[in-house]
Protein backbone atom coordinates (compact mmCIF):
# COMPACT_ATOMS: atom_id res chain seq x y z
CA UNK A 1 0.00 0.00 0.00
CA UNK A 2 1.36 3.19 -1.09
CA UNK A 3 1.52 6.15 1.40
CA UNK A 4 -1.22 8.43 -0.26
CA UNK A 5 -3.51 5.02 -0.04
CA UNK A 6 -2.34 4.65 3.43
CA UNK A 7 -3.40 8.55 4.13
CA UNK A 8 -6.99 7.75 2.16
CA UNK A 9 -8.19 5.03 4.65
CA UNK A 10 -6.64 7.59 7.51
CA UNK A 11 -9.01 10.33 6.29
CA UNK A 12 -11.96 7.75 5.00
CA UNK A 13 -12.33 7.07 9.11
CA UNK A 14 -12.04 10.84 9.90
CA UNK A 15 -14.25 12.47 7.19
CA UNK A 16 -16.95 10.01 8.29
CA UNK A 17 -16.68 11.77 11.80
CA UNK A 18 -17.40 15.41 9.69
CA UNK A 19 -20.09 14.31 8.17
CA UNK A 20 -21.69 12.65 11.10
CA UNK A 21 -20.97 15.90 13.18
CA UNK A 22 -22.09 18.01 10.76
CA UNK A 23 -25.46 15.95 9.95
CA UNK A 24 -25.85 16.08 13.62
CA UNK A 25 -25.12 19.88 14.22
CA UNK A 26 -27.73 20.75 11.18
CA UNK A 27 -30.57 18.93 12.48
CA UNK A 28 -29.50 20.06 16.32
CA UNK A 29 -29.08 23.27 14.75
CA UNK A 30 -32.58 24.22 13.41
CA UNK A 31 -33.99 22.12 16.45
CA UNK A 32 -32.79 25.17 19.21
CA UNK A 33 -33.23 27.54 16.53
CA UNK A 34 -36.02 27.15 13.92
CA UNK A 35 -35.85 29.37 11.44
CA UNK A 36 -38.05 30.70 8.06
CA UNK A 37 -36.29 33.36 5.71
CA UNK A 38 -33.89 34.24 8.70
CA UNK A 39 -36.78 34.76 11.07
CA UNK A 40 -37.21 33.08 14.28
CA UNK A 41 -40.27 30.47 13.96
CA UNK A 42 -42.13 30.69 17.11
CA UNK A 43 -44.42 28.54 16.39
CA UNK A 44 -42.04 25.87 15.46
CA UNK A 45 -39.95 26.56 18.80
CA UNK A 46 -42.82 25.97 20.76
CA UNK A 47 -44.05 23.30 19.35
CA UNK A 48 -40.36 21.31 19.38
CA UNK A 49 -39.88 22.73 23.34
CA UNK A 50 -43.08 20.93 24.21
CA UNK A 51 -42.76 17.74 22.16
CA UNK A 52 -40.53 14.87 24.50
CA UNK A 53 -39.53 13.73 20.81
CA UNK A 54 -38.40 16.50 19.89
CA UNK A 55 -36.62 18.28 22.92
CA UNK A 56 -34.99 14.83 23.54
CA UNK A 57 -34.02 14.55 19.72
CA UNK A 58 -32.22 18.46 20.12
CA UNK A 59 -30.62 16.50 23.29
CA UNK A 60 -29.40 12.99 21.33
CA UNK A 61 -28.60 15.03 18.40
CA UNK A 62 -26.35 17.57 20.48
CA UNK A 63 -24.64 14.60 22.56
CA UNK A 64 -23.69 13.07 18.80
CA UNK A 65 -22.20 16.40 17.71
CA UNK A 66 -19.96 16.84 21.05
CA UNK A 67 -18.77 13.11 20.66
CA UNK A 68 -17.73 12.72 16.79
CA UNK A 69 -16.05 16.37 17.52
CA UNK A 70 -14.32 15.09 20.52
CA UNK A 71 -12.96 12.09 18.23
CA UNK A 72 -11.67 14.74 15.90
CA UNK A 73 -9.79 16.88 17.95
CA UNK A 74 -8.94 15.05 21.48
CA UNK A 75 -4.87 15.57 21.23
CA UNK A 76 -4.60 11.90 23.01
CA UNK A 77 -2.15 9.24 21.83
CA UNK A 78 -3.58 6.71 23.98
CA UNK A 79 -7.18 7.26 22.06
CA UNK A 80 -9.42 8.58 19.11
CA UNK A 81 -6.60 7.77 16.59
CA UNK A 82 -7.96 8.81 14.18
CA UNK A 83 -8.17 13.12 14.69
CA UNK A 84 -6.38 16.25 12.98
CA UNK A 85 -3.91 16.49 15.74
CA UNK A 86 -2.31 13.18 14.90
CA UNK A 87 -3.13 13.37 11.28
CA UNK A 88 -0.99 16.90 11.05
CA UNK A 89 2.07 14.81 12.96
CA UNK A 90 1.98 12.42 10.79
CA UNK A 91 2.00 14.72 7.83
CA UNK A 92 5.52 16.34 9.30
CA UNK A 93 8.79 15.72 8.09
CA UNK A 94 9.41 13.23 11.02
CA UNK A 95 5.92 11.67 10.21
CA UNK A 96 5.02 8.73 8.15
CA UNK A 97 3.34 10.93 5.56
CA UNK A 98 6.45 13.12 5.14
CA UNK A 99 6.95 11.29 1.56
CA UNK A 100 4.12 13.42 0.47
CA UNK A 101 6.00 16.65 0.71
CA UNK A 102 3.04 18.66 2.12
CA UNK A 103 4.58 22.34 3.01
CA UNK A 104 5.73 22.68 6.26
CA UNK A 105 4.33 26.30 6.64
CA UNK A 106 1.10 24.60 5.37
CA UNK A 107 0.87 22.15 8.42
CA UNK A 108 1.91 25.37 10.88
CA UNK A 109 -0.57 27.01 9.53
CA UNK A 110 -3.15 24.98 10.20
CA UNK A 111 -2.24 23.72 13.45
CA UNK A 112 -1.97 27.67 14.03
CA UNK A 113 -6.06 27.18 13.11
CA UNK A 114 -6.99 24.36 15.40
CA UNK A 115 -4.92 26.16 18.48
CA UNK A 116 -7.20 29.38 17.97
CA UNK A 117 -9.81 26.71 18.93
CA UNK A 118 -8.31 25.53 22.14
CA UNK A 119 -11.14 27.42 24.08
CA UNK A 120 -13.83 25.33 21.99
CA UNK A 121 -12.21 21.95 21.44
CA UNK A 122 -11.59 21.92 26.13
CA UNK A 123 -15.26 22.83 26.49
CA UNK A 124 -15.99 19.63 23.51
CA UNK A 125 -14.02 17.53 26.11
CA UNK A 126 -15.41 18.86 29.12
CA UNK A 127 -18.76 18.57 27.60
CA UNK A 128 -18.14 14.86 26.44
CA UNK A 129 -17.85 13.67 30.06
CA UNK A 130 -20.62 15.68 31.15
CA UNK A 131 -23.03 14.22 29.12
CA UNK A 132 -22.22 10.83 29.26
CA UNK A 133 -22.57 11.70 33.36
CA UNK A 134 -26.08 13.06 32.15
CA UNK A 135 -28.76 10.99 33.72
CA UNK A 136 -31.61 12.63 34.63
CA UNK A 137 -34.44 13.48 31.89
CA UNK A 138 -34.73 17.35 32.06
CA UNK A 139 -32.99 17.82 28.20
CA UNK A 140 -34.29 20.85 27.37
CA UNK A 141 -32.04 23.16 29.26
CA UNK A 142 -28.86 21.06 28.39
CA UNK A 143 -27.34 23.50 25.20
CA UNK A 144 -28.80 26.54 26.47
CA UNK A 145 -26.66 26.13 29.82
CA UNK A 146 -23.64 24.35 27.98
CA UNK A 147 -20.38 26.97 28.15
CA UNK A 148 -19.95 25.73 24.44
CA UNK A 149 -22.09 28.08 21.91
CA UNK A 150 -24.04 26.61 18.51
CA UNK A 151 -21.97 29.58 17.10
CA UNK A 152 -18.72 28.48 18.58
CA UNK A 153 -19.34 24.83 17.68
CA UNK A 154 -20.43 25.88 13.81
CA UNK A 155 -16.89 27.84 14.17
CA UNK A 156 -15.15 25.05 14.91
CA UNK A 157 -17.08 22.53 12.65
CA UNK A 158 -15.79 24.56 9.32
CA UNK A 159 -12.21 25.02 10.93
CA UNK A 160 -12.20 21.41 10.63
CA UNK A 161 -13.59 21.34 6.71
CA UNK A 162 -11.19 23.50 5.67
CA UNK A 163 -8.11 21.77 6.80
CA UNK A 164 -9.41 18.26 5.55
CA UNK A 165 -10.55 20.06 2.30
CA UNK A 166 -7.20 21.53 1.93
CA UNK A 167 -4.98 18.73 2.41
CA UNK A 168 -7.39 16.39 -0.13
CA UNK A 169 -6.73 19.07 -2.43
CA UNK A 170 -3.42 19.30 -1.93
CA UNK A 171 -2.27 15.21 -1.77
CA UNK A 172 -5.09 14.13 -4.30
CA UNK A 173 -5.88 17.29 -6.64
CA UNK A 174 -9.60 16.84 -5.80
CA UNK A 175 -11.87 18.51 -3.70
CA UNK A 176 -14.03 16.95 -1.36
CA UNK A 177 -17.11 18.12 -0.98
CA UNK A 178 -18.24 18.39 2.97
CA UNK A 179 -22.14 18.72 3.19
CA UNK A 180 -25.13 16.61 5.34
CA UNK A 181 -26.70 14.16 3.66
CA UNK A 182 -30.21 16.13 4.79
CA UNK A 183 -30.42 19.39 5.67
CA UNK A 184 -32.15 21.65 8.31
CA UNK A 185 -34.82 22.39 5.64
CA UNK A 186 -36.10 18.24 6.32
CA UNK A 187 -36.64 18.83 9.32
CA UNK A 188 -38.79 22.07 9.14
CA UNK A 189 -41.20 20.01 6.45
CA UNK A 190 -41.74 17.69 8.81
CA UNK A 191 -42.56 19.59 11.73
CA UNK A 192 -44.45 21.78 9.35
CA UNK A 193 -46.74 18.41 7.99
CA UNK A 194 -47.28 17.79 11.64
CA UNK A 195 -48.86 21.07 12.90
CA UNK A 196 -50.47 20.89 9.27
CA UNK A 197 -51.87 18.02 10.10
CA UNK A 198 -53.00 18.83 13.69
CA UNK A 199 -54.27 22.09 12.73
CA UNK A 200 -56.53 19.76 9.78
CA UNK A 201 -57.37 17.42 12.86
CA UNK A 202 -58.82 20.18 15.30
CA UNK A 203 -60.72 21.72 12.34
CA UNK A 204 -62.24 18.23 11.83
CA UNK A 205 -63.09 18.15 15.41
CA UNK A 206 -64.26 21.29 15.57
CA UNK A 207 -66.41 20.88 12.29
CA UNK A 208 -68.36 17.44 13.26
CA UNK A 209 -69.11 19.10 16.82
CA UNK A 210 -70.64 21.84 15.28
CA UNK A 211 -72.34 19.94 13.02
CA UNK A 212 -73.68 17.64 15.64
CA UNK A 213 -74.49 20.50 18.12
CA UNK A 214 -76.67 22.18 14.90
CA UNK A 215 -78.66 18.39 14.57
CA UNK A 216 -79.64 18.83 18.02
CA UNK A 217 -80.63 22.82 18.24
CA UNK A 218 -82.88 22.70 14.94
CA UNK A 219 -83.94 18.61 14.46
Request: hydrophobic residues 35%; glycine residues 2%; charged residues 35%.
Amino acid sequence: MTKKEQLKKDLDKITKSIVTSLQSFEFCYYLNYPKNDNELDKKHLEYITKSGFFSFSRYALWRLTILELHKLTNDKKETDKYNLHHLLRKLKKDGIYSSLKVDGLKINKWETELKKQTESINQVSNLRFKLYAHTDNNYKDIIKNSELTLKATEDLINVIVKIIFEIYLIVYDTHFEFKPIYERKIVRKIISDILSKKGSDRNKVIGKFIKNANKKNYS
